[in-house]
């Protein structure tokens, strides 16, 4: 089992960054890939940003590349995601997933509650 907890998410203006971070319990963290997906009002989820196992490899959505930085520290348990020249179209509930396997492409197991980011123009 992996329980994961999100924190970073709040209000910025457009143009501006936002550091989320997402903390994961149990020993497998280091064995899964991550990944940090959005939910905008009446949308779909939609994957944001994933990170392998060993951190070595990472994809993001065309809409934030360049943008959005995945990372992730193995021996912290934890997986960040840095935003950066934040537009009014990345406002949503912003949600880290715990993949059930260690690259990318895996199925996404595990998920914590989410944090809002709103992002005005």
């Known amino acids: 089992q992996v329980q994961l907890a999100e924190s970073g998410g709040g209000l910025v203006q457009a143009g501006g960054s936002l550091r989320l971070s997402c903390a994961a319990s149990?020993?497998?963290?280091?064995?899964?890939?991550m990944g940090w997906f959005r939910q905008a009002l009446g949308k779909e989820r939609e994957l944001v940003a994933a990170?392998?196992?060993?951190?070595?490899?990472?994809s993001y959505a065309d809409s934030v590349k360049g943008r959005f930085t995945i990372s992730r520290d193995n021996a912290k348990n934890t997986v960040s995601l840095q935003m950066s020249s934040l537009k009014p179209e990345d406002t949503a509930v912003y949600l880290c997933?715990?993949?059930?396997?260690?690259?990318?492409?895996?199925?996404?197991?595990?998920w914590g509650q989410g944090t809002q980011v709103t992002v005005s123009s």
């Open positions: 997933a715990g993949g059930r396997g260690a690259t990318m492409t895996t199925a996404y197991d595990y």
């Open positions: 149990g020993r497998t963290f280091s064995f899964r890939a």
């Open positions: 990170i392998s196992a060993s951190g070595g490899s990472t």
